[in-house]
């Protein structure tokens, strides 16, 4: 089945609170726009899911509050289950992932809808839909909530896209850097300074673009 566009961020007069205008420039998506295209994507996995069983992978961590908005849209028996990765262990070089935690439970001809916050490149997703694969499932669709499609490098192609987004470094909604900001109820561009004068003293990251924070070692996804 077909499933509905991606939106792409719409200019929102929501502003930014007050305590955090020096570290975030703008809102790019409220909570009210990204409640109303879940809805929609909720929608579409449905109709692609119907009378099936179906297995929600979500990596962590930046997907929590994307999950648990997403699932609660959903009406259809599912089980969840959780991978760990992260881009930088302590110690790795850049754009080497680990992973952290693995499936519980069998996906072995199970229909699953593998989760994640946001797909840049899509080193992260093209590791772990091999990974994944290799266990057996009858099929595996890809849903995530932003879209860089600008950065990819990997032939990933998502199922389920919530927005295509610009080339910024995006926090919020579960998204973080170096761990902070994962509670903001929206989806905010994070100031560059931040990020440029956090790598001063991190691991520096050949991936790094004037638009991309390098992430610090402890940052997980
Ligand atoms: P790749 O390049 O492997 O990246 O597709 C996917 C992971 O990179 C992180 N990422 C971001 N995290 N704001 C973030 O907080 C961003 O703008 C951003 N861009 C990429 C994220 O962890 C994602 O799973």
Redesign the pocket.
């Known amino acids: 089945m077909k499933s509905s566009k991606p939106e792409t961020p719409v200019a929102t007069t929501a502003r930014v609170p007050l305590r955090l205008r020096a570290e975030v420039e703008r809102v790019l998506l409220t909570r009210n726009q990204i409640a109303r295209r879940l809805r929609a994507m909720a929608r579409d996995i449905q109709q692609d899911f119907k009378n099936r069983e179906m297995v929600v992978v979500s ?1 962590l961590n ?2 929590v509050m994307f999950l648990a908005d997403l699932v609660r849209c959903l009406s259809l028996p599912l089980r969840l289950d959780f991978i760990g ?1 992260s ?1 930088y262990g302590a110690g790795t070089q850049s754009g080497e ?1 680990v992973f952290t935690k693995d499936l519980r439970l069998d996906v072995r001809g199970r229909d699953v809808l593998l989760v ?12 772990v839909l091999e990974k994944l694969g290799a266990l057996g499932p009858r099929r595996i669709r890809v849903c995530v909530l ?1 879209d ?1 499609r600008s ?4 032939p ?1 192609q998502p199922d389920y896209v919530g927005f295509e ?1 610009p080339d ?4 919020g909604y ?4 170096a761990e902070r ?1 994962r509670n903001l109820p929206f989806v905010g561009v ?1 100031h560059p300074h931040v990020y440029t004068a956090k790598q001063t003293s991190s691991v520096q990251n050949p ?1 790094m673009t004037s638009s ?2 390098a ?1 610090s070692a402890s ?3």
């Open positions: 990596l930046g997907t990765v881009s992932l994640d916050d946001i797909l840049d490149t899509g080193n992260t997703m093209a590791r932003l860089k950065r990819r490098i990997q990933v987004i910024v470094f995006v926090v579960g998204l973080d850097f900001y994070l991936h991309q924070p992430k940052q997980t996804d």
